[in-house]
């Protein structure tokens, strides 16, 4: 019989994504069939699923942790922010509508079908499903039509563990402000707490823990020491983007506010002689970077207008007169160009903008959204590397007559006469090791990381064992159902 549980948290990014990833890799190793689940998840770094569809990133990390490959029912409705107020819905891996932020509650009452249907799907199939929640259940003036905490908990009769992040200071506040602001059916779904990433000795939180226990009533699985490895896993928010200072080479990343699908910096942040600078709002390019890499976006020319506000534009063409290397990865691939057009609207207002011209290329906005993995030819180095694309838009013009890859006999992406500028739409291109090292060594760089796929399975197997040293596992097993 398939059982579930469920981690909330007191508050966003207090490690629920990484405490599953762990949970199911720990479970996993003693011989479970488990599977994530997050009925909704807001973030603009996806994963293209085996089902062509696409979820959340930690949902992915997720699965590989439980040795799955993503599917869209881990992540049944994922929300892509594209302004201050507005994001797109996906609803089992395809695009549902884009609403504002104060729209999305007439439209949440349609979702709740969806994500239970999903939710019956993997149980139907595995032994154990470990669920996630977003931001917090004491967020109780979201709780009407909630589908993310305690409404899918009620609805699906799930229990719940609240897990606090010590780190942050005023965990015994969290976890028992959260118990006092909850009503009594959904105070009842709280089976457990976890406190999560402390520093130092935990017997110091003893008296702490105890106080938790005795106000709440509810009983502790543990507290978990700080996991100095975490940086190694794919980062789903752009907040845990970590800048690397080893390296003598210097890669930079222009950080945009609609910033998407930014987990191909992950390996690059893990060579040693990389340098891997995630570049702030008002911060200038470096005048010795070796290259410059504008990520994907989710509000492309939005993002275009964003980084010419940070004078970014004018740097990157200092960086060419010096010689520089610049790529351009999927939206960053489009503001390469010399236009992009939006004809209806599908990013945002109606439009066309001038691009930063390095590229001779031109894009256009179509609603039909490419997505799906891939296997690529790169033209540079005559090497075959596996990737995925998750991008609407069409671009063309002279440049792209010198592609970058080749998928299936149709090309991929632009290069400029003297190789420096180099776009295109393909994501997870550097997780290939022996890609990566060849495209560093055109940039004059050894790579030195060896196997990036194996050093995440090395990083889950140890995440595993710390759990399994700080967290009562058996309990949270005995709670499940």
Partial sequence: MSRAIMFQGTGS????????AGIARAFKNRGLRVAPFKPQNMSNNAAVTVDGGEIGRAQALQAWAAGLAPHTDMNPVLLKPETETGSQIVVQGKRFATVAARGYSAVKPKLMAP??????????????ILVEGAGSPAEVNLRQGDIANMGFAQAADVPVVLCGDINRGGVIAQIVGTQNVLDDADRSKICAF?????RGDPS???DGYDLIKTTTGWPGLGVVPWFPHAWKLPAEDAMDLRHSEKGSAKIVCLCLSRMANFDDLDPLGQEPNVELIMLQAGQAIPGDADMVIIPGSKSTRGDLRYLREQGWDIDLQAHVRRGGYVLGICGGYQILGRTISDPEGIEGAAGSDQGLGLLQSDTVMTPNKVLTQVNAHHHATNLEFQGYEIHIGQTTGPDCARPFATIDGRADGATSPDGRIIGSYLHGMFSNDTFRAAFLAQLGIKSELGN????????????????EQHVDLDEILRLAH
């Fill in 452 to 467: 990036y796929r194996q050093d995440v399975e090395t990083t889950l197997d140890q995440l595993a064992e710390h759990l």
């Fill in 13 to 20: 990014n207090v490690g629920k994504s990484m405490l599953v």
């Fill in 115 to 128: 994500v239970l249907e999903s939710f019956e799907r993997l149980k139907s199939q595995y032994d154990l």
């Fill in 194 to 198: 976890l406190i999560n990433m402390f």
């Fill in 204 to 206: 110091l939180f003893d």
